[in-house]
DNA sequence: TTGTTCTAGTCAGATTCTCTGATTAAAGTA
DNA sequence: TACTTTAATCAGAGAATCTGACTAGAACAA
Protein backbone atom coordinates (compact mmCIF):
# COMPACT_ATOMS: atom_id res chain seq x y z
CA UNK A 1 0.00 0.00 0.00
CA UNK A 2 1.06 3.58 -0.92
CA UNK A 3 3.31 4.99 2.04
CA UNK A 4 1.68 8.44 1.54
CA UNK A 5 -1.49 7.38 2.10
CA UNK A 6 -0.03 4.82 4.75
CA UNK A 7 1.16 8.52 6.42
CA UNK A 8 -2.19 10.44 5.85
CA UNK A 9 -4.42 8.58 7.59
CA UNK A 10 -2.82 8.65 11.04
CA UNK A 11 -1.78 12.19 10.25
CA UNK A 12 -4.82 13.15 9.87
CA UNK A 13 -6.57 11.02 12.76
CA UNK A 14 -4.12 12.97 14.83
CA UNK A 15 -4.70 16.65 13.42
CA UNK A 16 -8.93 15.49 13.74
CA UNK A 17 -8.50 14.35 17.65
CA UNK A 18 -6.51 17.43 18.39
CA UNK A 19 -8.78 20.02 16.81
CA UNK A 20 -12.01 18.19 18.46
CA UNK A 21 -10.60 18.30 21.96
CA UNK A 22 -9.33 21.37 21.82
CA UNK A 23 -12.48 22.83 20.61
CA UNK A 24 -14.58 20.93 23.04
CA UNK A 25 -12.57 22.55 25.41
CA UNK A 26 -13.79 25.99 24.63
CA UNK A 27 -11.43 27.17 22.02
CA UNK A 28 -12.75 28.17 19.06
CA UNK A 29 -9.99 27.50 16.45
CA UNK A 30 -9.73 25.57 12.85
CA UNK A 31 -7.24 22.97 11.11
CA UNK A 32 -6.01 25.68 9.00
CA UNK A 33 -5.27 28.04 11.80
CA UNK A 34 -3.77 25.45 14.00
CA UNK A 35 -1.29 24.38 11.31
CA UNK A 36 -0.34 27.51 11.16
CA UNK A 37 -0.03 28.62 14.76
CA UNK A 38 1.90 25.23 15.76
CA UNK A 39 4.83 26.95 13.60
CA UNK A 40 4.64 30.11 15.91
CA UNK A 41 7.85 30.19 17.80
CA UNK A 42 8.58 30.64 21.15
CA UNK A 43 10.00 34.76 20.62
CA UNK A 44 7.93 35.33 18.08
CA UNK A 45 8.28 33.97 14.16
CA UNK A 46 7.65 36.15 10.71
CA UNK A 47 4.47 35.77 8.63
CA UNK A 48 6.88 34.65 5.95
CA UNK A 49 7.99 31.92 7.85
CA UNK A 50 5.17 30.37 9.00
CA UNK A 51 4.18 30.44 5.65
CA UNK A 52 6.46 28.74 4.47
CA UNK A 53 6.97 25.91 7.73
CA UNK A 54 2.91 25.35 7.57
CA UNK A 55 4.10 25.04 3.60
CA UNK A 56 1.21 27.73 2.27
CA UNK A 57 1.54 31.25 0.55
CA UNK A 58 1.97 34.34 2.98
CA UNK A 59 -1.48 35.68 1.94
CA UNK A 60 -2.93 32.26 3.50
CA UNK A 61 -0.87 32.78 6.17
CA UNK A 62 -2.07 36.08 6.80
CA UNK A 63 -5.00 35.22 6.58
CA UNK A 64 -4.86 32.87 9.00
CA UNK A 65 -3.52 34.85 11.32
CA UNK A 66 -5.76 37.93 10.94
CA UNK A 67 -8.23 35.61 11.82
CA UNK A 68 -6.54 34.29 14.82
CA UNK A 69 -5.51 37.73 15.89
CA UNK A 70 -9.25 38.85 16.14
CA UNK A 71 -10.28 36.18 18.47
CA UNK A 72 -6.83 36.59 21.07
CA UNK A 73 -4.57 33.80 20.42
CA UNK A 74 -2.15 35.34 18.24
CA UNK A 75 -0.68 39.01 18.45
CA UNK A 76 1.41 40.95 16.16
CA UNK A 77 4.62 43.17 17.20
CA UNK A 78 7.43 45.11 15.52
CA UNK A 79 10.45 43.24 14.65
CA UNK A 80 13.08 45.36 16.25
CA UNK A 81 15.85 43.97 13.81
CA UNK A 82 13.98 44.64 10.71
CA UNK A 83 11.51 47.66 9.97
CA UNK A 84 9.41 45.56 7.09
CA UNK A 85 8.72 42.83 9.62
CA UNK A 86 6.54 41.74 12.02
CA UNK A 87 6.58 38.74 14.85
CA UNK A 88 3.50 37.05 15.21
CA UNK A 89 3.35 35.33 18.92
CA UNK A 90 1.29 33.10 20.73
CA UNK A 91 -0.88 34.77 23.24
CA UNK A 92 -1.73 33.73 26.67
CA UNK A 93 -5.12 32.64 25.61
CA UNK A 94 -4.12 30.78 23.24
CA UNK A 95 -1.13 28.60 25.39
CA UNK A 96 -4.26 27.36 27.76
CA UNK A 97 -4.97 25.20 24.94
CA UNK A 98 -1.30 23.51 25.10
CA UNK A 99 -2.38 21.42 27.56
CA UNK A 100 -5.38 20.09 26.07
CA UNK A 101 -4.04 19.32 23.03
CA UNK A 102 -1.00 17.22 24.76
CA UNK A 103 -3.56 15.35 26.77
CA UNK A 104 -4.93 13.98 23.74
CA UNK A 105 -2.26 13.33 21.92
CA UNK A 106 -0.55 10.96 24.92
CA UNK A 107 -4.25 9.50 24.66
CA UNK A 108 -3.49 8.78 21.16
CA UNK A 109 -0.27 7.86 21.10
CA UNK A 110 -1.43 5.13 24.31
CA UNK A 111 -3.94 3.71 21.73
CA UNK A 112 -1.20 3.56 19.57
CA UNK A 113 1.27 1.71 21.34
CA UNK A 114 -1.09 -0.83 22.90
CA UNK A 115 -1.88 -1.73 19.45
CA UNK A 116 1.74 -1.64 17.68
CA UNK A 117 3.30 -2.29 20.74
CA UNK A 118 5.98 0.10 22.30
CA UNK A 119 9.13 -0.66 20.00
CA UNK A 120 7.53 -0.31 16.97
CA UNK A 121 6.37 3.37 18.11
CA UNK A 122 9.94 4.17 19.15
CA UNK A 123 11.05 2.72 15.99
CA UNK A 124 8.11 4.88 14.38
CA UNK A 125 8.82 8.29 16.00
CA UNK A 126 12.86 7.63 15.08
CA UNK A 127 11.85 7.00 11.44
CA UNK A 128 9.88 10.33 11.43
CA UNK A 129 12.07 12.72 12.99
CA UNK A 130 14.55 11.40 10.77
CA UNK A 131 12.59 11.88 7.55
CA UNK A 132 11.65 15.22 8.58
CA UNK A 133 15.39 16.13 8.06
CA UNK A 134 14.74 15.93 4.66
CA UNK A 135 11.00 16.72 4.07
CA UNK A 136 10.38 19.48 6.82
CA UNK A 137 10.81 23.15 5.13
CA UNK A 138 11.09 24.47 8.59
CA UNK A 139 13.87 23.16 9.22
CA UNK B 1 7.67 16.27 18.27
CA UNK B 2 4.77 16.20 17.69
CA UNK B 3 4.16 12.67 16.05
CA UNK B 4 1.22 14.60 14.66
CA UNK B 5 3.30 16.76 12.36
CA UNK B 6 5.45 14.85 12.10
CA UNK B 7 3.11 12.55 10.01
CA UNK B 8 1.91 15.03 8.42
CA UNK B 9 5.26 16.75 7.17
CA UNK B 10 6.00 13.71 5.01
CA UNK B 11 2.63 12.87 4.37
CA UNK B 12 2.56 16.40 2.47
CA UNK B 13 5.43 16.13 0.70
CA UNK B 14 4.31 12.58 -1.17
CA UNK B 15 0.98 14.27 -1.96
CA UNK B 16 2.43 17.41 -3.46
CA UNK B 17 5.32 15.48 -5.03
CA UNK B 18 3.03 13.08 -6.67
CA UNK B 19 0.17 15.42 -7.48
CA UNK B 20 3.30 17.63 -9.65
CA UNK B 21 4.25 14.74 -11.24
CA UNK B 22 0.85 13.61 -12.79
CA UNK B 23 -0.12 16.89 -13.41
CA UNK B 24 3.33 17.99 -15.24
CA UNK B 25 2.28 14.66 -16.82
CA UNK B 26 -0.46 16.18 -18.52
CA UNK B 27 -3.10 14.98 -16.31
CA UNK B 28 -5.83 18.15 -14.57
CA UNK B 29 -6.28 16.95 -11.42
CA UNK B 30 -6.50 18.37 -7.84
CA UNK B 31 -4.92 17.52 -4.61
CA UNK B 32 -8.88 16.78 -3.51
CA UNK B 33 -9.90 14.90 -6.46
CA UNK B 34 -7.02 12.57 -5.81
CA UNK B 35 -7.47 11.82 -2.51
CA UNK B 36 -11.18 10.62 -3.45
CA UNK B 37 -10.27 8.71 -6.58
CA UNK B 38 -7.27 7.22 -4.74
CA UNK B 39 -9.82 5.58 -2.60
CA UNK B 40 -12.18 4.05 -5.86
CA UNK B 41 -11.92 0.32 -5.68
CA UNK B 42 -11.53 -1.89 -8.46
CA UNK B 43 -15.35 -2.96 -9.29
CA UNK B 44 -16.41 0.60 -8.37
CA UNK B 45 -16.99 2.43 -4.96
CA UNK B 46 -20.34 3.82 -3.99
CA UNK B 47 -20.46 7.44 -3.09
CA UNK B 48 -21.28 7.27 0.81
CA UNK B 49 -18.20 5.16 1.29
CA UNK B 50 -15.90 7.10 -0.65
CA UNK B 51 -16.84 9.87 1.56
CA UNK B 52 -16.56 7.95 4.87
CA UNK B 53 -13.02 6.66 3.64
CA UNK B 54 -11.68 9.87 2.44
CA UNK B 55 -13.50 11.46 5.53
CA UNK B 56 -15.17 14.58 3.62
CA UNK B 57 -18.90 14.66 3.59
CA UNK B 58 -21.07 13.21 1.18
CA UNK B 59 -21.27 16.52 -0.59
CA UNK B 60 -18.18 17.49 -0.84
CA UNK B 61 -17.15 13.89 -2.02
CA UNK B 62 -19.90 14.18 -5.15
CA UNK B 63 -18.82 17.63 -5.43
CA UNK B 64 -15.16 15.98 -6.40
CA UNK B 65 -16.74 12.90 -8.28
CA UNK B 66 -18.57 15.36 -10.57
CA UNK B 67 -15.77 16.76 -11.62
CA UNK B 68 -13.77 14.21 -12.24
CA UNK B 69 -16.61 12.14 -14.23
CA UNK B 70 -16.84 15.44 -16.30
CA UNK B 71 -12.97 15.28 -17.11
CA UNK B 72 -13.52 11.68 -17.65
CA UNK B 73 -11.57 10.44 -15.17
CA UNK B 74 -14.41 8.61 -13.59
CA UNK B 75 -18.01 7.15 -14.41
CA UNK B 76 -21.04 6.44 -12.49
CA UNK B 77 -23.25 3.41 -12.98
CA UNK B 78 -26.21 2.04 -11.56
CA UNK B 79 -25.52 -0.63 -8.88
CA UNK B 80 -27.25 -3.85 -9.49
CA UNK B 81 -27.65 -4.39 -5.74
CA UNK B 82 -29.60 -1.31 -5.06
CA UNK B 83 -31.61 1.10 -6.79
CA UNK B 84 -30.81 4.18 -5.04
CA UNK B 85 -26.43 3.76 -5.21
CA UNK B 86 -24.61 4.25 -7.89
CA UNK B 87 -21.27 2.90 -8.43
CA UNK B 88 -18.14 5.28 -9.20
CA UNK B 89 -16.04 3.77 -11.49
CA UNK B 90 -12.12 4.40 -12.39
CA UNK B 91 -12.14 5.38 -16.03
CA UNK B 92 -9.23 4.16 -18.25
CA UNK B 93 -8.07 7.58 -19.06
CA UNK B 94 -7.18 8.35 -15.36
CA UNK B 95 -5.86 4.30 -15.49
CA UNK B 96 -3.24 5.85 -17.35
CA UNK B 97 -1.90 8.11 -14.29
CA UNK B 98 -1.00 5.09 -12.11
CA UNK B 99 2.33 4.40 -13.57
CA UNK B 100 2.95 8.21 -13.36
CA UNK B 101 1.84 7.81 -9.60
CA UNK B 102 3.96 5.07 -8.83
CA UNK B 103 7.29 6.05 -10.50
CA UNK B 104 7.26 9.22 -8.32
CA UNK B 105 6.59 7.49 -5.41
CA UNK B 106 9.04 5.04 -6.25
CA UNK B 107 11.68 7.92 -6.62
CA UNK B 108 10.25 9.21 -2.96
CA UNK B 109 10.85 5.85 -1.41
CA UNK B 110 14.30 5.86 -2.81
CA UNK B 111 15.17 9.41 -1.42
CA UNK B 112 13.98 8.21 1.98
CA UNK B 113 15.70 4.89 2.04
CA UNK B 114 18.66 6.97 1.06
CA UNK B 115 18.45 8.85 4.29
CA UNK B 116 16.77 7.09 6.70
CA UNK B 117 18.24 3.36 5.60
CA UNK B 118 16.39 0.31 4.28
CA UNK B 119 15.63 -1.35 8.13
CA UNK B 120 14.24 1.76 9.10
CA UNK B 121 12.05 2.28 6.32
CA UNK B 122 10.64 -1.13 6.68
CA UNK B 123 10.16 -0.59 9.68
CA UNK B 124 8.02 2.32 9.24
CA UNK B 125 5.86 0.76 6.46
CA UNK B 126 4.99 -1.66 9.09
CA UNK B 127 4.26 0.51 11.71
CA UNK B 128 1.95 2.28 9.65
CA UNK B 129 0.32 -0.29 8.34
CA UNK B 130 -0.60 -1.36 11.47
CA UNK B 131 -1.68 2.11 12.42
CA UNK B 132 -4.04 1.84 9.54
CA UNK B 133 -5.91 -1.01 10.79
CA UNK B 134 -7.37 1.30 13.99
CA UNK B 135 -7.05 4.70 11.97
CA UNK B 136 -8.27 3.87 8.35
CA UNK B 137 -12.25 4.72 8.36
CA UNK B 138 -12.18 2.90 5.12
CA UNK B 139 -11.60 -0.88 6.42
C1' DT C 1 -49.73 -5.34 2.40
C1' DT C 2 -49.06 -0.96 4.23
C1' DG C 3 -47.01 2.33 6.87
C1' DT C 4 -42.76 3.84 9.10
C1' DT C 5 -38.07 4.38 9.30
C1' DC C 6 -33.61 4.24 7.30
C1' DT C 7 -30.22 4.93 3.55
C1' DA C 8 -27.99 6.80 -1.00
C1' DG C 9 -27.64 10.54 -3.30
C1' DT C 10 -28.62 15.30 -4.71
C1' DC C 11 -29.91 20.42 -4.45
C1' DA C 12 -29.25 25.03 -2.47
C1' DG C 13 -26.68 28.24 -0.11
C1' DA C 14 -22.97 29.80 2.72
C1' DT C 15 -18.40 29.69 4.71
C1' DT C 16 -13.61 28.76 4.76
C1' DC C 17 -9.37 28.19 2.61
C1' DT C 18 -6.29 29.07 -0.87
C1' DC C 19 -4.34 31.12 -4.80
C1' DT C 20 -2.46 34.85 -8.47
C1' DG C 21 -1.30 39.45 -9.27
C1' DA C 22 -0.34 44.06 -7.84
C1' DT C 23 1.20 47.41 -4.31
C1' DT C 24 3.70 49.65 -0.33
C1' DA C 25 7.42 50.29 2.61
C1' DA C 26 11.79 49.12 4.41
C1' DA C 27 16.53 46.96 3.60
C1' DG C 28 20.37 45.91 1.15
C1' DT C 29 23.56 47.05 -2.61
C1' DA C 30 26.17 49.14 -6.43
C1' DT D 1 21.65 58.25 -4.73
C1' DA D 2 19.31 54.85 -7.67
C1' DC D 3 18.31 49.94 -8.25
C1' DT D 4 16.98 45.51 -6.49
C1' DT D 5 15.27 42.55 -3.15
C1' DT D 6 12.34 41.38 0.74
C1' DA D 7 8.21 41.53 4.25
C1' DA D 8 3.85 42.32 4.34
C1' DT D 9 -0.64 43.65 2.70
C1' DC D 10 -4.66 44.65 -0.59
C1' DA D 11 -7.91 43.10 -4.10
C1' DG D 12 -10.26 39.71 -6.40
C1' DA D 13 -11.24 35.07 -7.74
C1' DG D 14 -11.49 30.08 -7.49
C1' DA D 15 -11.58 25.64 -4.95
C1' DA D 16 -13.07 22.87 -1.22
C1' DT D 17 -15.89 22.18 2.40
C1' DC D 18 -19.82 22.42 5.31
C1' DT D 19 -25.07 22.50 7.16
C1' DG D 20 -29.71 21.83 6.13
C1' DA D 21 -33.42 20.26 3.31
C1' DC D 22 -35.16 17.09 -0.05
C1' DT D 23 -36.23 12.78 -3.25
C1' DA D 24 -36.33 8.08 -4.24
C1' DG D 25 -35.56 3.49 -3.15
C1' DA D 26 -34.84 -0.21 0.57
C1' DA D 27 -35.71 -2.43 4.88
C1' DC D 28 -38.56 -3.66 8.35
C1' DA D 29 -42.46 -4.16 11.54
C1' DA D 30 -47.22 -4.87 12.36
Redesign the interface.
Given at each position: ????????????????R?LAAVVAAGFEITQAQA?VL?RVGPDGTRLTELAEAA?VTKQTAGFLVDQMEKVGYVERVPDPTDGRARLVRVTGKAKEAVPVANAE?AR??A??EQ??GRR??A??????????????PYR
Open positions: MNIGLLLFIPSREVENIRMQMIEEWHIRMQLREALEMLGEITD
